[in-house]
């Protein structure tokens, strides 16, 4: 079955760095765009970043544009999420998710969705 597991969160300090993996399983992961969204406690869901199936159309949103680097090895079937200069207020629980659009896209719609990681930004 389809599935999307999140690692590599954890404890850093502000101004710290963090590599997030999204590992696919039970599907090509290679012909779907994939997300990164986060939730800050008390927060609602914020899209973070995209990513398409050749990883050259890729977006942020404002909030980590310049801070954090969307990539994807297709071959290893994993997306990843290299985070720097993290501040407090990325503080969130990291999620990946599919866009159901085989091959084309983004939609902005997801069907599948990883547990998530936690990332805490705290001295």
């Known amino acids: 079955q389809v599935q999307l597991v999140e690692s590599g969160g954890g404890l850093v300090q502000p101004v710290g760095s963090l590599r997030l993996s999204c590992a696919a399983s039970g599907f090509a992961s290679s012909s779907y765009w994939l997300y990164w969204f986060r939730q800050a406690p008390g927060k609602g869901l914020e899209w973070v970043s995209v990513i398409n199936t050749g990883a050259d159309s890729i977006l942020y949103a404002d909030s980590v544009k310049g801070r954090f680097t969307i990539s994807r090895d297709n071959a290893k079937n994993t997306l990843y999420l290299h985070m720097n200069s993290l501040k407090p207020e990325d503080t969130a629980r990291y999620y990946c998710?599919?866009?159901?659009?085989?091959?084309?896209?983004?939609?902005?719609?997801?069907?599948?969705w990883g547990q998530g990681t936690q990332v805490t930004v705290s001295s």
């Open positions: 998710a599919r866009d159901p659009s085989e091959g084309s896209g983004p939609t902005y719609r997801y069907d599948y």
